[in-house]
C-alpha cells in the first residue's frame, strides 16, 4: 500500500521525504524557515511538519488516524496556531505568540506557530522573536514563511532551519495538469509555461478566464503590430488602458510570444513553443519576420518593462513600444 502519511506534495517530494525521516526519529527542530516563491506550497508543507509534530501515532508521524491529525484536518487543532497579517507583522503579534507559549500545551505535548509571510515583520518584531528562537520552551516550534529570506535578519534565519522550496519542473507541472485536471496538454503547457513553476500559480490560472481573455488580447495584439496602421494601432491604447493593473503580466505575455517566434524562427521545431495553442499564428509571424527584427522586439519589450520601474508616463511608455515594435515588423 501507498505511503500516505505525507500527503505529496507536488514538486516538493525529496524535501518531504526528509522532513519524514527527522519526524519519524523525533528529531524536530525549534524553528523552520520555509523559503520559496508563492504558489510552491509553502502552507502546506508547513501545514503536514505541524501535523508530523503534534502527532500522537506510534509508528509513521504523522499518521492521519489520531485525535491530534484529524483535530488538524478539522481545522480546529489548539496547539497549532496561524499568524499572518494584511499588511506588517507588529511586535504586538509577537508578545501575543510569546505570551501564549508560557502556557503549557494542554492537549498533546507540542505547540507550532506558523508565521506565514515572515518578511512583513517588523525589525522590532524580529528582535521581539528572537528571543524566543534563542530560548525556546522545550514543547514549542515555530515556522517562519517566506517568500524572501533577506527581509529577515541574519540572526533570525541563523537559528531556524531552513528549508527551500524549489521550483517544479514545466514537464511535472504539465503531467500533473493533464493527469489529475484532465485538461489538454496544449493547455497544460500553456499555463505550466505561465507558472514560474508553481503549481499553485498554475492551477490558479487554470481557472483564471480573465487571465486567458487577456492573454488571447495580447496575441492578436501582436498580429495587429504587423497588419495594422499606426493611427489603427494606437487604438490598442484602450486595452491597455482597461488593463492597467495587469500591465507587467501582458509584456511578460508578449515577451513569450515573441521568444516563440525566435526558437521557431531559428529551429523549425514547434515543441519548443510555450503558446503551442496558437502555433498557427506562430507559424504565420515567423514566415513574415526577420530573425534580427524579432530580438529586436524582445529587447523592445524588455525596455518597456524596466521603464516602468523608473515611473515614466504609462501611456507614453507604451505608445512608444507599439511604435518601436511596429517599425520592425514591417514587411
Ligand atoms: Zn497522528
Redesign the pocket.
Given at each position: 500500500m501507498m505511503d500516505m502519511a505525507f500527503e505529496a506534495i507536488l514538486g516538493q517530494e525529496r524535501l518531504i521525504e526528509n522532513l519524514k525521516k527527522a519526524l519519524n526519529r523525533q528529531q524536530i527542530s525549534h524553528a523552520y524557515l520555509l523559503e520559496g516563491e508563492k504558489g510552491l506550497g509553502k502552507r502546506k508543507v508547513a501545514y503536514e511538519i505541524a501535523?508530523?509534530i503534534?502527532?500522537?501515532?506510534e509508528e509513521k508521524?504523522?499518521?492521519?488516524?489520531?485525535?491530534?491529525?484529524?483535530k488538524l484536518q478539522h481545522g480546529n487543532h489548539p496547539e497549532v496556531k496561524w499568524l499572518q497579517e494584511e499588511t506588517s507583522i507588529k511586535i504586538e503579534s509577537i508578545r501575543q505568540i510569546q505570551k501564549n507559549l508560557q502556557m503549557k500545551p494542554y492537549e498533546g505535548s507540542k505547540k507550532v506557530y506558523i508565521i506565514c509571510d515572515a518578511e512583513k515583520m517588523t525589525i522590532q518584531a524580529q528582535n521581539a522573536l528572537l528571543k524566543t528562537l534563542e530560548e525556546p520552551p522545550e514543547y514549542a516550534t515555530i515556522l517562519l514563511l517566506t517568500t524572501n529570506a533577506v527581509g529577515l535578519l541574519p540572526t533570525i534565519t541563523s537559528r531556524c532551519q531552513r528549508l527551500k522550496l524549489l521550483p517544479v519542473s514545466m514537464e511535472k507541472i504539465q503531467n500533473y495538469l493533464v493527469g489529475e485536471k484532465g485538461i489538454t496538454l496544449e493547455e497544460a503547457k500553456v499555463m505550466a509555461a505561465f507558472s514560474n513553476g508553481a503549481i499553485g500559480k498554475a492551477l490558479q490560472l487554470m481557472e483564471d478566464e480573465a487571465f486567458k481573455n487577456r492573454r488571447k488580447e495580447t496575441i492578436r495584439m501582436t498580429r495587429d503590430i504587423m497588419d495594422k496602421n499606426t493611427i489603427q494601432l494606437l487604438e490598442t491604447m484602450n486595452f491597455f488602458n482597461q488593463e492597467k493593473d495587469n500591465i507587467e503580466e501582458i509584456l511578460e505575455i508578449m515577451m513569450g510570444w515573441y521568444r516563440d517566434l525566435l526558437i521557431y524562427k531559428d529551429t523549425k521545431k514547434k515543441e519548443y513553443t510555450i503558446n503551442i495553442d496558437e502555433i498557427q499564428e506562430i507559424f504565420y509571424q515567423a514566415d513574415k519576420l526577420i530573425l534580427k527584427n524579432i530580438k529586436e522586439m524582445i529587447l523592445i519589450i524588455e525596455r518597456t518593462k524596466n521603464n516602468f520601474r523608473s515611473n515614466v508616463n504609462f501611456q507614453l511608455n507604451l505608445e512608444v513600444m507599439l511604435l518601436d515594435l511596429k517599425q520592425k515588423a514591417k514587411i
Open positions: 501535523k508530523g503534534c502527532c500522537r501515532g508521524r504523522p499518521c492521519n488516524e489520531c485525535t491530534s491529525c484529524k
